[in-house]
T-cell receptor, first 114, second 106 residues
Framework: ETGVTQSPTHLIKTRGQQVTLRCSSQSGHNTVSWYQQALGQGPQFIFQYYREEENGRGNFPPRFSGLQFPNYSSELNVNALELDDSALYLC?????????????FGQGTRLTVV | DAKTTQPNSMESNEEEPVHLPCNHSTISGTDYIHWYRQLPSQGPEYVIHGLTSNVNNRMASLAIAEDRKSSTLILHRATLRDAAVYYCILTNMLTFGGGTRLMVKP
């Protein structure tokens, strides 16, 4: 049990809609990273939040946005959904934005866009 | 970003040691080497990480080449529960790559 929880576990949306995914980080962790994992591929980094500020971003368009709250939980928002956005979305929390510490992943949210 | 290269798949017999290789020839001096594994229908799970020296923990050992351009994850006695995709990634975890799918035969 990692202590990182994501909600919802599964979601079906229609192309063009907007979606919000949520992540509760492990107690004591101030950094949350989000990843997109397409079927059969490794996770791709979307962005990272450290103490409520964006601390790095991968090669994703601006319609992927996020927030981190004072309790260090986080949201991933995706606007104007496209079919290719169908994937497993993972969040990972860690004690520090300095990446020599282990990260704990949630079970992910499976998003299907139809 | 520095990339890693791993074999797509490997097979092992149960109770035997497994050596999973990773090449990272463009690693920088400050990059840590991390290993995660992902079981079916689960998020990735931390296995081990290191900088220069070999590392051991309860799950595995990490052997790092002297020039740091490659590393090897060692599972000392593979079990069926070790069947997973193993990812070797560098410090900032921007690029996971495809990982190595480890199959363990009883």
């Amino acid at each position: 049990e990692t202590g990182v929880t994501q909600s919802p576990t599964h979601l079906i949306k229609t192309r063009g809609q907007q979606v919000t995914l949520r992540c509760s980080s492990q107690s004591g962790h101030n950094t949350v990273s989000w990843y997109q994992q397409a079927l059969g591929q490794g996770p791709q980094f979307i962005f990272q939040y450290y103490r409520e500020e964006e601390n790095g971003r991968g090669n994703f368009p601006p319609r992927f946005s996020g927030l981190q709250f004072p309790n260090y939980s986080s949201e991933l928002n995706v606007n104007a959904l496209e079919l290719d956005d169908s994937a497993l979305y993972l969040c990972a929390s860690s004690f520090s934005a300095v990446m020599n510490t282990e990260a704990f992943f949630g079970q992910g949210t499976r998003l299907t866009v139809v | 970003d520095a990339k890693t290269t791993q074999p797509n798949s490997m097979e092992s017999n149960e109770e035997e040691p497994v050596h999973l290789p990773c090449n990272h020839s463009t690693i920088s001096g400050t990059d840590y080497i991390h290993w995660y594994r992902q079981l079916p229908s689960q998020g990735p799970e931390y296995v081990i990480h290191g900088l220069t020296s070999n590392v051991n923990n309860r799950m595995a050992s990490l052997a790092i080449a002297e020039d740091r351009k490659s590393s090897t994850l060692i599972l000392h006695r593979a079990t069926l529960r070790d069947a997973a995709v193993y990812y070797c990634i560098l410090t900032n975890m921007l690029t996971f790559g495809g990982g190595t799918r480890l199959m363990v035969k009883p």
